[in-house]
C-alpha cells in the first residue's frame, strides 16, 4: 500500500477546498443512525474534495464510485474523525493518480483506524477533558457563578477544535503510513493509558466533591451520644461517599443495569431517610 | 405559560442541533443547558446551579456510538424549568430531570430510527451521482431532530407545568426527606457509569490518589488536575523509554533471524547444487 503524499504537483486539498472540509466536519453526526453510523456525514464532509478531484461530466463513473466508497459504515468519536478523514482525502488522491492503486484500501484503512482512534478519542475527549472541563465547571457553577458552564465549554471545545484542524491537516499530509505504524509499535495505546490515568485522578478527586452523603445516625451510650459520622471521618474522611460510588462501580462491572441501581437507589434513600440514617 | 414554552422550545432546538449540528460541542450538556434555562426563565442563578447538580448525575451518561442510556438534555431542560416555574427547590427538580431523562431516550431512538430510512435514499442519490441532494438530504435530516425536540419541548411546558406544580405541593415531608437523599446519592452513580468507561486493570489506584488529593489535602480540582498531567506525563515518558527499548530488541532480533534464514537458504543453495 502506498500512501505517501506526492508533494511535487499541486494538491487538490487546497486553502479554499480544506477551509470547506474542515467546517464541514462539524455537520457528521447530522444523520448518524444504527445502520451507517456517520458514513453519510463522512461523505458529506468530504464531498468538495470529491468535487474537486473529479471536477468534469466525463469523469462520472470514478466520481460515483467514489461517492458511493464515501457513505461506507463510519463511527467515531466526533473530535477525532478529521484525522481518519484527511487520510482517506489523501488516499482517494492517490486512487486517481496512480493507476495500480485499489480503491478498497481507503475504507479498509478508514475501517482500522476507528477502533484504535475511537478508544484514544473517547478516553481523551470523555473521559479525561471534558471530565477535567466539567470538574472546574461545576466547582464554580455550584455557588452559582456563571464562569461555570462558560469555562466547562472553553477548556473542551479549546482541545476539540485544535484536534479538528490538525488532524485534517496531518492527516492529509501524513497519509495512512503513521498511524498504523504508531498503532503497530504501540505508541497509541501509551497514550490511551497516560489519558485513562488522568482521567481516573480526576474521577477521584469529583467522587469527593459530588457525593455529599453524610449520616446523621447517633448512638446513645449511657449519657455519652456517640456521633457515628464523626467517629467515621476518624477512620477515613469521605468514607460515605468513597463506598457507595464504589459499590455502585461494582454493581455496574456486574452488568446490573443503570435504570435497576436508580431504582434501588430511590428505594434505599426513601427507607434510609425515613430510619434517620441519613 | 406561551412565552417560557417557546424559549424552553427554543433551548431544546439549540441543544439538539449543537449535538448532530455542531458535533456535540458539550452544549447540550446539564451544565449549560439549564443555565440557558434559568437565564430564559429569569432565575439565572438557579439556573446555573441545577446545572450544576444536574452535571454530576449525568456525568457518565454520554452517547458514545449511539448508545445513550437516559436523555440528559431533555431531563435538564425540563427538571430546571419546572424547579423555576413552580419555584421548587433543587432537590425536587432532580427528582424529575432522572425519570424524565429516562423517558426521554425514545425520542432519541425515533429520530435515529427515521434517519436509518433515509438512508435508501442517500444511497440512491449516490448511484445517480447527485451531490447536491445528498447535501440537502443531510440538511434536513440535521433539521428534523431538533424540530421534534422542540415540539416537546413546547408541549411539555405549555400543557404539563400546571399538572405538575400541583403534584409537587402535595408532596409530603417524609418523601421530600427521601428526594433530598436520593439527590445526595444520585451522584455516585453518574461517576460510577464514568469509572466503568476509562476503568482499566491496575488504575484503580489512581482513582484513590485523587480522592485524597481532595479530600484529606483540600486542593482545588485545577489543582488536582495539574498535578495528574504531570503524573501522566512522567509515567508515559517512562512508558515509551520501555516500549523503545523493546522495539530496538524486537528489530535486533528480527535482523538476527533474517540473517540465519539467509544463511539458510545459502545451505540449501549448496546442498541443492
Redesign the interface.
Known amino acids: 500500500m502506498t500512501n505517501q503524499v506526492t508533494k511535487s504537483d499541486e494538491k487538490t486539498m487546497d486553502k479554499k477546498t480544506f477551509r470547506k472540509v474542515f467546517w464541514r ?13 456517520a458514513g ?2 463522512a ?2 464532509m468530504i ?1 468538495p474534495f ?2 474537486k478531484l473529479y471536477p468534469n461530466p466525463e469523469d ?1 463513473p470514478q ?2 464510485s467514489a ?2 466508497r464515501g ?1 461506507a459504515y463510519f ?1 467515531i ?3 477525532i ?1 478529521p484525522f481518519p478523514m484527511g487520510i482517506a482525502a489523501s488516499m482517494e488522491e492517490q486512487n486517481k493518480k496512480l493507476a495500480d492503486f485499489d480503491p478498497s484500501s481507503i475504507n479498509a484503512v478508514k475501517a482500522s483506524l476507528m477502533g484504535p482512534l ?1 478508544g484514544i478519542g ?2 481523551l475527549f ?3 477533558i ?10 464554580l ?6 464562569l ?2 462558560i469555562l ?2 472553553l477548556i ?2 479549546i482541545p ?1 477544535l485544535l484536534a479538528r484542524y490538525y488532524g485534517l491537516k496531518y492527516g492529509y499530509e501524513l497519509g495512512g503510513d503513521f498511524i498504523q505504524k504508531a498503532y503497530e ?3 497509541l495505546k ?2 490511551t ?21 453524610k449520616t446523621i445516625l447517633k448512638f446513645k451510650m449511657g449519657s455519652m451520644t456517640f456521633n457515628l459520622q464523626q467517629i467515621l471521618d476518624q477512620i477515613m ?2 468514607i460515605i ?2 463506598s ?3 459499590a ?2 461494582f ?3 456486574k452488568k446490573v443495569s ?2 435497576k ?2 431504582l434501588l ?2 428505594v ?3 427507607v ?3 430510619l434517620k440514617v ?1 | 405559560m406561551l412565552v417560557p414554552a417557546l424559549w424552553v422550545a427554543l433551548i431544546m432546538f439549540v441543544g439538539n442541533f449543537s ?9 447540550r ?1 446539564p ?2 443547558m439549564s ?1 440557558l434555562v434559568g437565564l430564559a426563565l429569569g432565575d ?3 439556573g ?2 441545577m ?3 444536574l ?2 448525575i449525568f ?1 457518565g ?2 452517547g ?3 448508545a445513550m ?2 436523555d440528559s438534555m431533555t431531563g435538564s431542560i425540563f427538571g430546571t424549568a419546572f424547579a423555576i416555574l413552580n419555584h421548587q427547590g433543587v432537590a425536587v427538580a432532580l427528582s424529575l430531570a ?1 425519570p424524565i431523562s ?1 423517558l426521554a431516550v425514545f425520542i432519541n431512538q425515533l429520530v ?2 427515521v ?2 430510512l ?2 435508501t435514499f ?2 440512491k442519490y ?2 445517480e ?1 447527485k ?1 447536491k441532494a ?2 440537502r ?3 434536513l ?2 433539521v428534523g431532530g431538533p424540530l421534534v425536540y422542540a415540539l416537546i419541548g413546547f408541549l411539555g411546558i405549555y400543557l404539563g407545568s400546571g399538572s405538575i406544580s400541583a403534584l409537587v405541593h402535595s408532596i409530603p415531608q ?2 421530600m ?6 439527590g ?17 486493570k491496575g ?2 489506584i ?11 489535602l483540600k ?4 489543582a ?2 495539574l ?3 504531570i ?3 512522567i ?2 515518558s517512562i ?2 523509554n520501555i ?1 523503545d527499548v ?2 530496538m530488541t524486537t528489530s535486533k532480533k528480527a535482523a538476527a533471524t533474517e540473517q540465519n534464514d539467509d544463511q539458510d537458504s545459502l545451505e540449501e543453495d549448496f546442498f541443492n547444487d
Open positions: 466536519s462539524f455537520l457528521l453526526q447530522g444523520s448518524w443512525n444504527y445502520i451507517n453510523g453519510v456525514g461523505l458529506y464531498l470529491i468535487r462520472k466520481r460515483v461517492l458511493k457513505m463511527n468519536t466526533p473530535a474523525a475511537s473517547d478516553s470523555w473521559g479525561t471534558r471530565v477535567i472541563a466539567a470538574g472546574i465547571g461545576i466547582g457553577a455550584k455557588a452559582g457563578n456563571i461555570g458552564p466547562f465549554l473542551y471545545n476539540n509499535n504501540g505508541l501509551i497514550i493509558k497516560a489519558a485513562g490515568i488522568l482521567g481516573m485522578i480526576m474521577v477521584g478527586a469529583m467522587t469527593y466533591s459530588t457525593v455529599t452523603l474522611l469521605g461517599p468513597l457507595v460510588t464504589l455502585t462501580f454493581l455496574i462491572r443503570a435504570n441501581i436508580i437507589m430511590v434505599l434513600s426513601f434510609l431517610s425515613a441519613f | 449535538d448532530c449540528g455542531m458535533s456535540d460541542p458539550m452544549i450538556r451544565l449549560v443555565m439565572l442563578r438557579t446555573i446551579m446545572g450544576a447538580s452535571e454530576v456525568l451518561i454520554s458514545i456510538g449511539g442510556p437516559s432522572v429516562l435515529i430510527f434517519r436509518g433515509l438512508l442517500f444511497e449516490a448511484e451521482d451531490p445528498i447535501e438530504l443531510q440538511y435530516s440535521i417524609v418523601i426527606n427521601g428526594l433530598t437523599v436520593l445526595q446519592m444520585l451522584p455516585a452513580l453518574g461517576i460510577a457509569l464514568l469509572l466503568n468507561m476509562i476503568y482499566e488504575n484503580m489512581y482513582l484513590l490518589l485523587g480522592f485524597l488529593l481532595s479530600c484529606y486542593l482545588p480540582i485545577i488536582v488536575a498535578i495528574g498531567i503524573l501522566a506525563v509515567l508515559s512508558d515509551k516500549l523493546k522495539n
